[in-house]
């Protein structure tokens, strides 16, 4: 009964992943062993590509198959200006600041049973860096004007197009966070190194957008 449940588990893992990343080259099936491997478990992991390579499909993939019963909060860390991202990712009470009319809770609590995705963690500032790390070891969040902690329940993923080992070299990024966020790393494979998923995937997006334009294409030229 146990072995039965592990492999109908896989399957639905499996499937999950393949509706949302589209492919059958080696480099996209590799890939995808490791998404089914690490998706179960509650590691946090390092997605790392190339910008365009399809990172955020990947942090979807693993939330989706992983079965964590929360929501899936995405948060871009080079989008959110750095003054910002504090309250944008840990939440601040009434009164912390100019502006901040009602408590409201971070995106950390709004992760909880489920997964954040910290897409472009490269652009953290560094004193942010060091409280995520406290983060990732206490599992607590204290929101910005408060002393209390808050116990949060998530599932860490996130993305860099950017080298963090040169990062910490140059003493841009921490490297005791970066052991913590390099605990699994999923190198996603440039389009180039997929060459056979080309033509799969140009089906796909001339499907998805002839029908929002209300257009009928059935075939293209592939000469």
């Not at 390579?53 to 939330?63: C, D, F, N, T």
């Not at 116990?151 to 910490?168: I, K, M, P, S, Y």
């Amino acid at each position: 009964m146990v072995i039965y449940v592990k492999i109908l588990t896989t399957r639905l893992a499996m499937q999950a992943i393949d509706n949302i990343i589209l492919g059958n080259s080696l480099a996209i099936k590799e890939m995808k062993k490791l998404i089914e491997m690490v998706s179960s478990s509650n590691t946090t992991v390092l997605i790392q590509g190339e910008t365009g390579s399809g990172k955020e499909l990947v942090a979807e993939a693993l939330h989706i198959a992983s079965g964590r019963q929360g929501t899936n909060i995405s948060v871009n860390c080079a989008a959110i200006p750095s003054e910002l991202l504090e309250s944008e990712l840990f939440g601040h009470e009434k009164g912390a600041f100019t502006g901040a009319d009602r408590a409201r809770p971070g995106r950390f609590e709004q992760a909880n049973k489920g997964t954040i995705f910290l897409d472009e963690i490269g652009d953290m500032p560094l004193p942010l860096q060091s409280k995520l790390l406290r983060v990732l070891e206490g599992r607590k969040v204290q929101r910005v004007g408060s002393n209390k902690e808050i116990d949060v329940d998530f599932r860490l993923v996130c993305a860099t197009h950017q080298n963090l080992e040169l990062r910490v070299r140059d003493a841009e990024f921490r490297e005791d966070l970066f052991y913590r966020l390099e605990t699994f790393s999923v190198k996603v494979p440039a389009l180039r190194e997929r060459g056979e998923d080309v033509e799969r995937l140009a089906h796909h997006f001339i499907s998805v957008y002839a029908e929002k334009a209300g257009k009928r294409i059935t075939d293209i030229d592939t000469d």
